[in-house]
């Protein structure tokens, strides 16, 4: 279908005001459900294919990376070597640079109020450290210990799978469940700071028995 007027100007800036409403009874009236609909069949094949599709290949590619090679290396006679990690690094590098202007954009788009959002300051430390990543593993020195490149490599892909799960929030049979948890997890936080306490407690007592 050839829809007309989502490039005009204040529709953007509509749809980013319907998304940033405190208000989530604003959604039950028909107007809004009538253009929520409209917006979504126009924006769901663009976003599919600029954002998912793309994410998902460097999700994928940055994890068989990152469980196969981060924690040995790559050593200097085989760095360019044609080779199934040599293939790896380019949808990593690329898939890197590619959501790394998102976060550009976003920053350009809200300002300040960028980083209000404390899942924006991990969007935006996991490009440069798959980078970080992605050269020392293919740059080796012989004899170092690499034990703090496999915990950099364990931590980023936790937050390459954690963004993989917020990418489900796209599909209508899993978005309801992924706002639940969300919301969930939210109502429940003053919960979770009482069991992190509970763990640290006898955490810390077998710490000192280990000794």
Known sequence: ANYKGYESPGCRELIVALANAPNESLFSTELVISLADLFWNYYYRKILLRCFIPYAI?????????TNYAHHGISEDERWVFSFEFLLRFP????????????????VRDGFGYFFDVFNYFDLCLPWLNLYLLYNTTHVTPGEDRQTLRALAAFSTTLMWCKAFYWLRLFSSTSFYIRLIIETLWDIRYFLILFVFVLMTFGNALIIMDQ
Do not use: D, Q, R
């Open 92 to 107: 990593v590098a690329i898939g890197t640079i590619y959501f790394f202007y998102f976060e550009l954009v976003a920053f």
């Open 58 to 66: 460097y999700f994928i590619s940055t994890l068989i990376y990152m």
